[in-house]
């Protein structure tokens, strides 16, 4: 049977995730070891953002292991990979599609309109798809540039 490309970008990110407490990267970002996000050395997080009917952003924990979708596989279009530059912020924007956004390595802050920030860090998931109302804010955290996979759904 094969393998969906989602079951396959998880098990890679789960690669990353596992590694002990610092990471060295040898490719064109190295910039020496990158700490890790105590609590994340062992296992990867996976979250949705999402519009709620008040027409905020909400952040909540899934686990993917139970979400049917994320299980089976869902169909998607291509794979982007971007570096986030230390000190970037965007200021409030919807998603401008379904999406999941992959943290490879640094961390990014999601602002969201009742004033919570959230971090995530190396190996975290999101499946961004606030696509309609005031959005999030994003920030690129750290001393390192923040390197994401994005993979916009079909």
Known sequence: MRESLMGRMIQR?????SREYTTRRTDA????PVPRIP???SSMGT??????????????????????DWTKGMRTTDIKFS??????????????RRQFVIILSGQLEIGLGDGTKHVFGPGDARLVE?????GHTTRQLGNEPCVTATV???
């Not at 570096?83 to 401008?96: I, L, N, Q, S, T």
């Open 13 to 17: 990110v789960r690669g990353f995730a």
């Open 29 to 32: 970002f190295s910039r020496g």
């Open 39 to 41: 609590g994340k050395e």
């Open 47 to 68: 979250w949705r953002l999402y519009t709620g009917a008040d027409g905020q952003s909400h952040v909540e924990k899934i686990d993917w292991r139970t979400t049917g």
């Open 83 to 96: 570096e986030w530059p230390v000190g970037k912020f965007m200021d409030w924007h919807p998603a401008p």
């Open 130 to 134: 606030d696509t309609t109302g005031r």
């Open 152 to 154: 916009p759904l079909a």
